[in-house]
């Protein structure tokens, strides 16, 4: 196996899978009036892909040796380089944020039936909607990168791998050998298949009583969720492996169960809360009988929510680079330099090490939820900065370009960096190559398969809705 394909197998990546929407479905937030579309929402979404794009473009060009993000943290200019480049390593939480935008948009129509009765959404069209929205572009993608990158995937003996693919169940571990962003479209299509589930258990208490206390039932429901997200994740990484959890059920039972409540990376259902939780807020603000003085008490808590958001965001990217300059897969070859406060840093170590796993998703949702909620009720400005068309064009190809960057990275590291490597270009030209490959390559591919493949599958979908409901 080549080094790129060792190297990227054995750093923690994560990416993104794009939520099931289109993005013409879509339109600015009103005050006075409710809307069916947020176009904001799209801007986030492309900001989200173009933060995993970054993100392993970074991996890449680490593992080539093309620039070396970690100065002497010793001297000023060092430790603000730090910080800043602690900040630029923030894509790996763009999935999280892709996982809040799916909970916050799937759950739109089961928030409006739960808290002012109006007709329950049809499972119908909601599935149909959600598979071929995904199926067509993942189905392509999976055979043709097992046929053109990875053939083995399509020999006899790997068929039981290709099935786990076919049908959703592949984890983290298995992904990174034949695309390493998959496994995140496993956790989508298993919460496609929850959510109509879980609002139905929802109702069972939600749907009685005036429409604030419906508002605090639901409140309730979704706080449980969160917890049990929590709670999965740390029964996962500390209780599972011992036999603590035997007075409970038996170990044997208890390590059987962890490929279906856990897997290997968790379900994120406590990410998916928070998107719920700002879903309900948005909607109870939209056709509360009392909405226009919601939508200002919100508008002018928007600059607080902004403040906080941006706040823990900074905090979590620099405990995130922390984490991977103390993990010797993601920069074996380059000194550890890690030590920014020595009065601190035992403490910080010993709490990175023991909380960063369980926490960090939580953390990542509630940042991403404050901004959110900043944007949906925030001035008009800086929604149009979110609003503008090259961000929505970017949104519209996300899945595509979420699905093909990687192999197109990889393929970009064995035969053309190598090539430059050989023939001694500087690695300031090589990053520089590497930046010309994603735009003239990565991007315009990923708009073409969008329009090829994405693109008739969602009109197939819609056609099939048509004719069912007829």
Not at 136 to 151: K, S, T, V
Not at 196 to 217: D, E, Q
Not at 341 to 346: E, G, I, Y
Not at 436 to 449: E, Q, R, Y
């Amino acid at each position: 196996m080549n080094s790129t394909d060792t190297f990227l197998r054995n750093q923690h990546m994560t990416s993104q899978n794009t939520p099931a929407f289109s993005p013409s479905a879509t339109n600015s937030l009103e005050e006075n009036q409710p809307k069916k579309y947020i176009l904001v929402l799209d801007g986030v979404r492309a900001i989200a892909c173009l933060a995993v794009l970054a993100f392993h473009m970074n991996l890449v060009s680490t593992g080539f040796h093309l620039w070396q993000p970690l100065l002497s943290i010793h001297t000023v200019i060092g430790t603000l380089t730090y910080f800043a480049t602690s900040i630029a390593w923030f894509g790996e939480s763009g999935v999280i944020l892709f996982f809040l935008l799916s909970g916050f948009l799937l759950f739109l129509p089961f928030a409006k039936a739960l808290l002012f009765d109006s007709p329950w959404p049809s499972l119908r069209r909601f599935y149909i909607r959600r598979i071929f929205r995904i199926l067509p572009g993942y189905y392509a993608a999976l055979f043709l990168i097992a046929l053109f990158i990875h053939p083995q995937f399509l020999s006899p003996v790997n068929w039981h791998y290709l099935w786990i693919f076919l049908t959703f169940q592949m984890n983290f571990a298995l992904s990174q050998y034949i695309n390493g962003p998959f496994w995140t479209l496993a956790i989508e299509f298993q919460f496609y298949l929850l959510l109509p589930i879980l609002a139905w258990l929802f109702s069972l208490l939600v749907r009685r009583g005036t429409t604030r206390w419906r508002l605090l039932k639901l409140t309730f429901c979704l706080f449980l969720m969160i917890a049990w997200g929590l709670f999965t994740r740390y029964w996962s990484v500390y209780i599972s492996n011992t036999s603590t959890s035997d007075f409970l059920i038996p170990h044997r039972v208890s390590i059987a169960l962890i490929p279906y409540i856990y897997s290997d990376t968790g379900r994120y259902s406590e990410v998916f809360a928070v998107g719920m939780l700002a879903c309900m807020v948005y909607t109870y603000t939209q056709y509360a009988p009392s909405r226009p003085s919601w939508h200002t008490w919100m508008h002018r808590l928007s600059p607080l929510m902004l403040t906080m958001g941006l706040a823990l965001f900074s905090f979590l990217c620099f405990w995130h680079f922390y984490f991977i300059d103390i993990t010797p897969r993601y920069f074996a070859t380059f000194p550890r330099s890690y030590v920014v406060f020595p009065l601190l840093d035992p403490h910080i170590l010993r709490i990175v090490i023991h909380h960063w796993g369980e926490l960090q998703a939580l953390g990542y949702a509630l940042s991403y939820g404050f901004c959110l909620l900043t944007l949906l009720y925030g001035s008009t400005k800086l929604k149009r900065l979110f609003e503008c068309s090259l961000l929505r064009w970017i949104a519209s190809i996300s899945f595509s370009l979420y699905m093909w960057h990687l192999p197109f990275l990889g393929i970009f590291g064995n035969v053309v960096g190598h090539n430059l490597q050989r023939q001694g270009w500087s690695p300031l030209a090589e990053y520089g190559v590497l930046w010309c490959w994603t735009l003239v390559v990565i991007i315009p591919v990923s708009a073409m398969l969008y329009r090829w493949i994405e693109q008739p599958g969602i009109r197939v979908g819609e056609w099939l809705i048509s004719k069912l409901e007829r």
